[in-house]
């Protein structure tokens, strides 16, 4: 994970190239796109989603067009708990490997290591994915001694709503309405202003890299993404 590829060399001397040849700055080199979220709101509160909006709240990965109905579509939108700001990986069907992945924060100018990325395992015959979302609120205040003070245990448990991605988000393998087995995926993550994500995008036809950089966010209602594109066979 920490050593340099070849796609991470590659990306830095295509910086140094655009960069001399233009002499215009990253957010001009590097295409944009902004996401909405689909959900519309009176006095503070969801009242369903807009079919409009729900088309500006995607961008389909394959295509590189904004639309929900893509091979596969990075989706923004999704309101767990108090994380406001999800990219969701999920629409690309049953036959979708893809996989993102937080870099960290970086410019489109830092020299940063691009590791491999493992896509999520391919569902068998009869499989389906079961994502399971947990925003259970803490436990109640305890209630009082007999002289009026409060036990000191058990504390009340933390609640889920304020916990980040990897403990609300969990999934298993189903056959047959049956749970099969546990599984690490979780097509989801967290938007962070000037973080890299990395989406390996597989499916049936596809496999190439998606490197994305936040650009801008307003909570719970847009982001701004900038992004480049690169074949897998560039990552040893």
């Not at 509160?45 to 729900?54: E, H, I, M, N």
């Not at 393998?173 to 890299?196: A, C, F, Q, T």
């Amino acid at each position: 994970m920490g050593k340099m590829t070849g796609i991470a060399v590659l990306l830095f001397l295509f910086q140094l190239s655009v960069f001399a040849q233009t002499k215009a700055p990253a957010e001009e080199v590097f295409k944009k796109v902004e996401l909405i979220t689909p959900w519309v709101f009176k006095d503070g509160k969801t009242v369903g989603t807009d079919p409009q909006r729900r088309r500006k709240s995607c961008f389909d990965l394959v295509r590189f067009e904004q639309g929900c109905e893509g091979p596969q579509p990075l989706g923004y939108g999704n309101r767990i708990g108090n994380n406001l700001d999800i990219f969701a990986t999920d629409g690309g069907g049953r036959d979708s490997q893809t996989r993102m992945i937080d870099l960290g924060k970086y410019t489109w100018t830092d020299h940063f290591s691009i590791p491999e990325v493992e896509p999520w395992s391919q569902l068998k015959p009869g499989e389906q994915r079961h994502i399971n979302i947990n925003v259970s609120g803490a436990d109640g205040k305890p209630g009082r001694n007999a002289d009026g003070s409060y036990p000191s245990t058990p504390r009340p448990k933390e609640g889920n709503a304020n916990a980040p991605l990897s403990r609300q988000v969990t999934s298993t393998i189903m056959m047959s309405g049956k749970s099969v087995r546990g599984d690490g995926y979780i097509p989801l993550n967290e938007v962070k202003l000037g973080h890299m994500y990395l989406v390996r995008v597989v499916n049936t036809r596809n496999d190439h890299y998606v490197l994305i950089r936040v650009e801008e966010v307003v909570r719970g209602e847009k982001v701004v993404l900038s992004y480049f594109r690169f074949p897998s066979v560039l990552i040893p």
